[in-house]
Nanobody, 117 residues
Framework: VQLQASGGGSVQAGGSLKLSCPAS???????????MAWYRQAPGKQRELVAE???????NYQDTVKGRFTISRDNAKKTLYLQMNRLEPEDTGTYYC?????????WGRGTQVTVSS
């Protein structure tokens, strides 16, 4: 199953974007129990975890995005989201969604986020 993240774009510092990652091909019973996460990769750097959402509802964020980013899921739509507010140039990179559940580990094609100062 290939996921497709969307919602990226070019914004000025201080702006907002909301990324989406629909997972229509993952069955609902697996989706609702899966660990979900967003990663990003800046040019010349390794991919890093930005935010994760575990099946019990707990969330974890990279320190640099705490208070600015919110990860969420809509089980009815089987979609993962990342709301990004007060974006900074350091947030620039390709963002990838990841869903890890009983039926496998799925990654989305990245979506580019570019934040200019």
């Amino acid at each position: 199953v290939q996921l497709q993240a969307s919602g990226g774009g070019s914004v000025q510092a201080g702006g907002s974007l909301k990324l989406s990652c629909p997972a229509s091909r993952i069955i609902t019973s697996v989706f609702v129990k899966s660990r979900m996460a967003w990663y990003r990769q800046a040019p010349g750097k390794q991919r890093e975890l930005v935010a994760e959402l575990v099946s019990g509802g707990s969330t974890n964020y990279q320190d640099t995005v705490k208070g600015r980013f919110t990860i969420s899921r809509d089980n009815a739509k089987k979609t993962l989201y990342l709301q990004m507010n007060r974006l900074e140039p350091e947030d620039t990179g390709t963002y990838y969604c990841n869903i890890n559940g009983q039926s496998g580990d799925y990654w989305g094609r990245g979506t580019q986020v570019t934040v200019s100062s």
